[in-house]
């Protein structure tokens, strides 16, 4: 079959592979769409620490089921068959660590990942492995959703986690930093399901904001490059400033105009995270302190969260269809890599 692994940095090869073969205690998927992200690009660019190539590449899966192994639906309580249609959780948690114990799976100390410990979605047949099948992570596919929507679930997981932990409330004055595809579904979710108030997207890149703005309909749009999105905000609340921020970038300078333009209790999520090299940002802490602001880091998503999202979608509380811009087969895998890199879509799927 074909494949996209990852070699080393910058060594990406669309190359023919042995098709993998399902295990008993494993789930066997065709591929239908695998999308792509932000992460995919930094993993490109700079490898990842969890990664061991060869390794094929991405996690934001969904596809039929081909092979259910032997002993997988009495082990996991399941009743997977061949024709269904499946989801797949990226971040896997052990399920056993005091975390998970607690309930918060999305920030496992044992989390393994697909797409790094294991084979991941750029590829025609993916191997869904126990570890993910034990804590319930693959997930049918609603009727009326499109296996290129529920791809799509994933990174839509990872924004409910975040505003989860944001107690945000109806008519919020919201801002949202960063106009790709995961601020362009944060601010869907914060108006489909916490139905918030006058929303602002941040940006500093033209293209992309109008592209963004067109899709979700924000009320504001600012150009952090020509304007001063502090002052912007403060005008726009009448110098109260914004309830909730989300910053969906890897910019510390984001981060540091979030809590500057928080009111008094405001929530900030830092959702982006920020480059090795450089995670050091210069906060006021007294603002922090006499505003009673609240920051919340967010790190990725749990099972349920993949639930919710393909709920959310099934029941067009929070659409995404019309956010996946950009179709390429899997020979034009590299393709999209370059397009996710220059800001040219929204959200991009391949489909093998």
Wanted: proline fraction near 6%; include cysteine.
């Amino acid at each position: 079959m074909k494949a996209l692994r990852f070699y080393a940095p910058g060594d990406l090869r669309l190359e023919e592979v042995p098709e993998p073969v399902c295990g008993p205690d494993e789930v066997k998927l065709r591929v239908r769409n695998c999308s792509t992200c932000g992460t995919d690009v930094k993993i490109r660019n700079n490898g990842h620490q969890n990664l061991s190539p060869p390794r094929i590449l991405g996690h934001e899966i969904a596809g039929e089921v081909v092979e259910v192994g032997a002993e997988v639906n009495e082990t996991f309580g399941s009743s997977w068959r061949p024709g269904d249609r499946a989801q797949v959780i990226a971040a896997v948690p052990c399920g056993e660590c005091h975390e998970c114990r607690k309930g918060w799976m999305e920030v496992c100390q044992n989390q393994t990942s697909v797409g790094y410990q294991y084979d991941g979605g750029f590829a025609e047949y993916l191997i869904v492995p126990r570890q993910v099948l034990k804590v319930d992570g693959l997930n049918r596919i609603p009727d009326n959703v499109g296996y290129d929507e529920a791809s799509a679930a994933e990174p839509f997981a990872c924004a409910i986690n975040a505003q989860e932990q944001l107690g945000i409330e109806e008519g919020d004055f919201t801002v949202v930093f960063g106009a790709g595809p995961i601020g362009c579904m944060h601010i869907r979710i914060a108006r489909g399901v916490h139905r918030v108030g006058p929303v602002v997207l941040v940006d500093i890149n033209d293209e992309r904001l109008a592209m963004s703005a067109e899709a979700v309909a924000p009320d504001h749009v600012v150009n952090a490059a020509d304007e001063d999105v502090v002052a912007k905000v403060m005008e726009l609340t009448n110098g109260r400033g914004a309830d909730v921020i989300i910053t969906a970038t890897p910019a510390g300078i984001t981060q540091e105009q979030a809590i500057a333009m928080a009111a008094r209790n405001g929530r900030i999520s830092f959702f982006g995270g920020l480059p090795k090299t450089n995670p050091n940002i210069t906060v006021d802490s007294n603002v922090v302190h006499y505003r009673q602001l609240h920051l919340h880091g967010a790190n990725g998503s749990s099972p349920t969260h993949n639930k919710m999202a393909l709920e959310y979608i099934s029941t067009g509380q929070v659409p995404v269809k019309d956010l996946i811009t950009e179709r390429v087969p899997l020979e034009r895998v590299l393709d999209a890599f370059d397009i996710v890199a220059g800001g040219k879509a929204i959200k991009v799927t391949v489909e093998p």
